[in-house]
């Protein structure tokens, strides 16, 4: 097992620079997620990791040791891919046997190694089955048994989930985050979902048209998202923004949005007020947003109730703002709570925490 | 109206569709959620006549069209798999029904001033003059839809509508198909393997499973109170968690017994399945959201974290109990470690119990 690092990396193709100037860390035994949307660079990051691409500059490290010099084979990392890539005319446990095989490792090892995996992934009772007929979710377990087996040093996930449906999908991936844990392997897993990035990683790493955004914990993204591009990216329904401008009043803030006037409850813009922000983005989460019945005197802005959303533990409220050029938010409400597409409300923000950003760089105020 | 009695479907031996009967409103929407292979594509394929039943009756308006061709249906329906017509631009594949003969007639002006209002709908206007094969699956898909919504039909069938659009504008358009279609003359089916998706935009929902229809009711209903063990897995983010035990009769009225635990069934829940009295082999479900960690005053379950996925607004945390795994849904700000020792509390659980053999709910 290794830290891997990663310092100043390039990667440019003709023209075109996927990754522009990358360095990032994932230290021993922890899982780092590369997540953003497709062309952000993540893939090739893996790639280059893996040894299936050269780096255009930079080094990557795994502990002290340079590897971009060195071939693929040499690097001592297993990779899992998104549509499975087992062998279909072989049985699970000779898919997983097969790195160890073709290795010429000795038969008792090959062996103790491959029922190490099975039970690992609670494969047991399917080690004689062809692998053509399993679930997409068991097809993928016998992929991360292979990868396993042969004790990487580091472990690489592209995208494991995307074949799989809704309840295979959260199923597997609490087992992988279960499996990395009790491994202890490094690993680093590409994914498109924040909520897979989210879910199984230690460290997230965003990235956006070949940058690196933002890297921190599950939390520290969610709670504070250094600018626009992680605050949508992050969270469902995404963070409600609000253009506008900071003015002083009383204790607190208010935003004057196209859209009116929100009064900003005090503790949340305590480190704003005074510093004279004028053009900003206000951030709010759905959770972080109230409802109230529409009267002509209220506070918060106007606007009508668009859609519903039953989501079970909770709704979520679509509000179409009534003022020109209004934006619809998205409100997180109590299941009993009353409201119903098209009833008058004013939205309010609750007294925590608030994002705010510039509303020219997009960066964190 | 549209309406549905004794619907079936067979291969051979095998039962795709197994009597169904259903029936849908005026301006409502009916969603059909079920794991794939469960019968979804076969039934919207049958509505819209472009497959025979091999038993039973639909009805349009109180008439039976089993008989009636799919042509002369009026019967709108998107296809999963889009069938656009590749030689033909997005804007004359949204026009086609309404050039078709048999369609009412509309002048020139009339089909581009629909036409144009469903590409803005979709968000697909400035892209009228491609072919399909210059667009993404996502844009194929939208203009798929925009050529079933484009007409005036007798009923809409929107077979997994939105499967392939990104998050954010699937959000966006199941608000914006839900505020065009409630509330109008026309009854609207509506499939999603997601059950979330079709909970959130439809009147009522029916789930099926293997051919037949688990139940039918609203999101609420759905949510609240599964009728049966395969309504209970697929619904729920996460889903219900399903744990087999016994029920024994005690001091304090019924239990419900597993390795790990024992909870005692609220009142009425004890009053409605007491008269079976003690059973043998049942499954208790229990929400995620209802279970906290921490040691309960008058239940809980000893177990350990199998694994902690922080989301952000909640996390979830999986604790293996005895052979079973439980799912709590948990507020923000804790953190676990994989291994360590958790106590499930139970006290704010609102039990829900099915039969263990037939699955149904007691």
């Known amino acids: 097992m290794s830290s891997i690092r990663i310092e100043h990396v390039w990667k440019r193709y003709g023209a075109v620079e996927a990754v522009r100037d990358l360095s990032l860390a994932c230290p021993d035994g922890l899982l780092l997620a590369l997540l953003g949307p497709s062309g952000c660079g993540k893939t090739s990051t893996l790639k280059m990791v893996a040894g299936i691409e050269d780096v255009s500059g930079?080094?990557?490290?795994?502990?002290?040791?340079?590897?971009?010099?060195?071939?693929?084979?040499?690097?001592?990392?297993?990779?899992?891919?998104?549509?499975?890539?087992?062998?279909?005319?072989?049985?699970?446990?000779?898919?997983?046997?097969?790195?160890?095989?073709?290795?010429?490792?000795?038969?008792?090892?090959?062996?103790?190694?491959?029922?190490?995996?099975?039970?690992?992934?609670?494969?047991?009772?399917l080690r004689d089955a062809g692998v053509r007929h399993l679930s997409g979710g068991a097809q993928q377990r016998v992929g991360i048994g292979r990868a396993l087996v042969r004790r990487p040093a580091v472990l690489l996930f592209d995208e494991p989930l995307s074949h799989l449906d809704g309840i295979q999908k959260s199923g597997l991936r609490a087992e992988i985050k279960r499996l990395q844990k009790e491994t202890g392997v490094t690993s680093v897993l590409v994914t498109h979902d924040q909520i897979e990035a989210m879910a199984m990683a230690d460290r997230v790493a965003v990235?956006?048209?070949?940058?690196?955004?933002?890297?921190?914990?599950?939390?520290?993204?969610?709670?504070?998202?250094?600018?626009?591009?992680?605050?949508?990216?992050?969270?469902?329904?995404?963070?409600?923004?609000?253009?506008?401008?900071?003015?002083?009043?009383?204790?607190?803030?208010?935003?004057?949005?196209?859209?009116?006037?929100?009064?900003?409850?005090?503790?949340?813009?305590?480190?704003?007020?005074?510093?004279?922000?004028?053009?900003?983005?206000?951030?709010?989460?759905?959770?972080?947003?109230?409802?109230?019945?529409?009267?002509?005197?209220?506070?918060?802005?106007?606007?009508?109730?668009?859609?519903?959303?039953?989501?079970?533990?909770?709704?979520?409220?679509?509000?179409?703002?009534?003022?020109?050029?209004?934006?619809?938010?998205?409100?997180?409400?109590?299941?009993?709570?009353?409201?119903?597409?098209?009833?008058?409300?004013?939205?309010?923000?609750?007294?925590?925490?608030?994002?705010?950003?510039?509303?020219?760089?997009?960066?964190?105020? | 109206m549209l309406a549905l009695q004794g619907v079936e479907r067979r291969w051979g031996d095998t039962l795709a569709l197994a009597a169904v009967d259903l029936a849908v409103g005026p301006g409502e929407i009916l969603g059909i959620t079920g794991p794939s292979g469960a019968g979804k594509s076969t039934l919207c394929r049958i509505v819209a006549g472009v497959q025979p039943p091999s038993r039973g009756e639909v009805y349009?308006?109180?008439?039976?069209?089993?008989?009636?061709?799919?042509?002369?249906?009026?019967?709108?329906?998107?296809?999963?798999?889009?069938?656009?017509?590749?030689?033909?631009?997005?804007?004359?594949?949204?026009?086609?029904?309404?050039?078709?003969?048999?369609?009412?007639?509309?002048?020139?002006?009339?089909?581009?001033?629909?036409?144009?209002?469903?590409?803005?709908?979709?968000?697909?206007?400035?892209?009228?003059?491609?072919?399909?094969?210059?667009?993404?699956?996502?844009?194929?898909?939208?203009?798929?839809?925009?050529?079933?919504?484009?007409?005036?039909?007798?009923?809409?069938?929107?077979?997994?509508?939105?499967?392939?659009?990104?998050?954010?504008?699937?959000?966006?358009?199941?608000?914006?198909?839900?505020?065009?279609?409630?509330?109008?003359?026309?009854?609207?089916?509506?499939?999603?393997?997601?059950?979330?998706?079709?909970?959130?935009?439809?009147?009522?929902?029916?789930?099926?499973?293997?051919?037949?229809?688990?139940?039918?009711?609203?999101?609420?209903?759905?949510?609240?109170?599964?009728?049966?063990?395969?309504?209970?897995?697929?619904?729920?983010?996460?889903?219900?968690?399903?744990?087999?035990?016994?029920?024994?009769?005690?001091?304090?009225?019924?239990?419900?017994?597993?390795?790990?635990?024992s909870l005692p069934l609220p009142r009425a829940l004890a009053a409605r399945v007491g008269a079976g009295g003690p059973r043998d082999r049942v499954l208790l479900g229990l929400r995620p959201a209802e279970l906290r960690p921490g040691s309960g005053v008058v239940s809980g379950a000893a177990g350990r974290v199998w694994v902690w996925e922080p989301l952000g607004r909640y996390g979830i945390l999986s604790v293996r109990l005895g052979e079973d795994l439980v799912r709590l849904k948990v507020e923000r700000g804790m953190r676990f470690e994989t291994g360590e020792p958790v106590t499930v509390d139970l006290d704010a659980a609102e039990p829900l119990l099915f039969d263990g053999v037939e699955g149904g709910a007691l």
């Open chain 1, 58 to 125: 930079g080094e990557i490290y795994f502990d002290e040791r340079p590897v971009s010099g060195l071939e693929a084979p040499a690097r001592n990392v297993a990779m899992v891919f998104e549509d499975y890539a087992l062998y279909p005319h072989l049985t699970v446990a000779q898919n997983i046997a097969f790195p160890l095989e073709i290795r010429g490792r000795p038969r008792e090892e090959i062996r103790r190694a491959t029922d190490g995996a099975l039970a690992l992934l609670g494969l047991e009772p």
């Open chain 2, 60 to 261: 349009l308006d109180g008439a039976p069209v089993t008989a009636v061709p799919p042509e002369r249906r009026r019967v709108a329906i998107m296809f999963e798999s889009y069938a656009l017509y590749p030689h033909l631009s997005v804007f004359d594949n949204v026009a086609f029904p309404l050039r078709a003969s048999g369609a009412p007639r509309l002048g020139r002006e009339a089909i581009g001033e629909r036409v144009r209002e469903l590409l803005r709908f979709v968000e697909l206007a400035h892209l009228e003059q491609r072919r399909p094969a210059a667009l993404s699956g996502g844009q194929r898909q939208r203009v798929a839809l925009s050529r079933a919504l484009v007409q005036e039909s007798r009923t809409y069938v929107l077979d997994e509508p939105l499967s392939h659009l990104d998050a954010k504008l699937r959000h966006t358009l199941r608000g914006a198909i839900r505020r065009r279609l409630a509330g109008g003359p026309t009854p609207t089916l509506w499939t999603s393997p997601d059950a979330l998706e079709v909970l959130a935009v439809a009147d009522r929902v029916a789930v099926l499973v293997a051919g037949r229809v688990r139940q039918v009711g609203t999101p609420a209903e759905i949510y609240r109170r599964p009728a049966h063990v395969d309504v209970a897995r697929l619904v729920g983010d996460p889903p219900l968690n399903l744990l087999e035990g016994t029920l024994e009769a005690g001091a304090g009225g019924l239990r419900f017994r597993h390795r790990a635990f």
């Open chain 1, 207 to 365: 990235m956006d048209e070949g940058v690196l955004q933002q890297v921190g914990s599950p939390d520290d993204l969610y709670d504070r998202p250094t600018n626009l591009f992680v605050a949508q990216f992050i969270g469902e329904p995404p963070m409600n923004l609000l253009p506008g401008r900071l003015e002083r009043r009383g204790e607190g803030l208010v935003l004057h949005a196209a859209s009116g006037e929100l009064a900003l409850p005090a503790p949340a813009t305590a480190g704003l007020i005074g510093r004279g922000h004028s053009d900003v983005v206000v951030g709010v989460r759905s959770e972080h947003l109230r409802l109230a019945a529409s009267t002509t005197s209220g506070s918060g802005l106007a606007g009508a109730v668009f859609f519903r959303e039953p989501r079970g533990d909770c709704d979520v409220v679509l509000v179409e703002v009534a003022a020109p050029g209004g934006a619809r938010l998205a409100v997180e409400v109590e299941p009993a709570s009353p409201w119903r597409a098209g009833d008058r409300v004013r939205v309010g923000v609750a007294a925590v925490a608030l994002h705010v950003f510039d509303s020219t760089s997009g960066a964190r105020i």
